[in-house]
DNA sequence: CCTTCGATTGAGCGCGTGCTCAATGTAGGG
DNA sequence: CCCTACATTGAGCACGCGCTCAATCGAAGG
């Protein structure tokens, strides 16, 4: 089927997009990684759509690979707190950042980025509930718990990767090492030595 | 002096920038709204740098009426408490989120913003010392707790005002107080009898 | 008065970028 | 072999927007 082509340009679009983030990616960007011409992405898509659905889908890859399905309560926890602040990840809380801002004023944006946060508040909301059902941690609400978790989070991405104000990533880490333990208790500090077995 | 027109130009930017944000505000905007040319705007100003110390301008003052010279601690912490999340700051934390996001690309805006985050930091910062040694909640490291409180806020901000994920300004509000309750201990948080929601 | 010179104006330029559309390619049915 | 229908192409269009620059204004000095 041609849509052999479709699919194309929309993985193109995804690639771009986790590079580069959603703002600097042009359609001639995407055309060209493609190997199409400039017309066929616009005989497919809307570039409003396909931007979101692209930023979208790298997103939602990153966010199944984070709570990998096998994995433990405190692994997946361990995970997350780990992911936030390498540099590797820059990439990806950038394209977090610039969607949700596009999202303020473009309704594609803003329905993808929509299902987007839904899913990982929700990932990380079972998370937590898994984990303190297992007694992993204690947590009376999880889904408040989720939402104050990412919120941390989320500013403190921001902080590391605008730099206003300054914040190492240590000291980001650090931080958000700090709150969760308040939230989930003592025994969900995975940072400062294994004790719990 | 002629400098009655530059100044004009430059207020005129501010207030357009504080109502609109930063993203949506045109140099014709700013000229009309000024009541000159096109062409002065582009003699006293470069765009780009006219927009940061628009947005400078705007977040300077409102971050000196948040914390009034005059106020106690724990008045202030409450007017920062309270301003958080009430409709008629939307646009200013919408020029906020929008200022930022440019600082990534925009060297001009990411200097103002620079200036304006260390002092936000320590204006929150110099709050919670006069606070703890005033015995009002205890902080061990005004600093560090600083950077919490508002990396926190952010966050939450960021949530009500995209809606990524869903959240409510009460829920946002009862949250925060959460948090500051966390960082500053019970003492901290006059309406935490009933706070929770 | 005239001259000079900075302040001021706005039509228009340059450029980036999403998108159009007439032209061309190509595969399948008759 | 033609015909039809869809895939594909890319030069060029439309539009927004920051910025230029020749023209004009106006006040101060002589």
């Not at 939402?147 to 980001?172: E, K, W, Y």
């Amino acid at each position: 089927m041609s849509s052999d082509r479709r699919t194309a340009i929309l993985d193109a679009a995804a690639a771009l997009v986790r590079e580069q983030g959603v703002a600097a990616v042009r359609t001639r960007d995407v055309t060209t990684r493609a190997g199409v011409g400039i017309g066929l992405l616009n005989h497919y898509f809307r570039w409003s759509a396909l931007r979101a659905e692209a930023a979208a889908l790298a997103l939602d890859a990153e966010i199944d690979a984070l709570f990998a399905s096998g994995a433990s309560p405190p692994d997946q926890l361990q995970a997350f707190l780990a992911r936030a602040f390498t540099d590797d990840a820059d990439a990806l809380w950038r394209l977090w950042i610039e969607a949700t801002d596009l999202a303020l004023t473009d309704d594609d944006m803003a329905r993808a980025m929509s299902a987007c946060a839904q899913r990982l508040v929700s990932r990380v909301e079972t998370m937590l509930a898994l984990g303190a059902d297992a007694g992993d941690w204690t947590c009376a609400d999880p889904h408040a718990a989720a939402m104050r978790i990412l919120a941390f989070h989320d500013g403190l991405v921001g902080f590391v990767l605008t730099g206003l104000p300054q914040l190492s990533r240590a000291g980001a880490a650090a931080h958000l090492r700090h709150f969760a333990r308040f939230e989930l208790g003592p025994a969900a500090d995975p940072g400062s030595n294994q004790a719990r077995t």
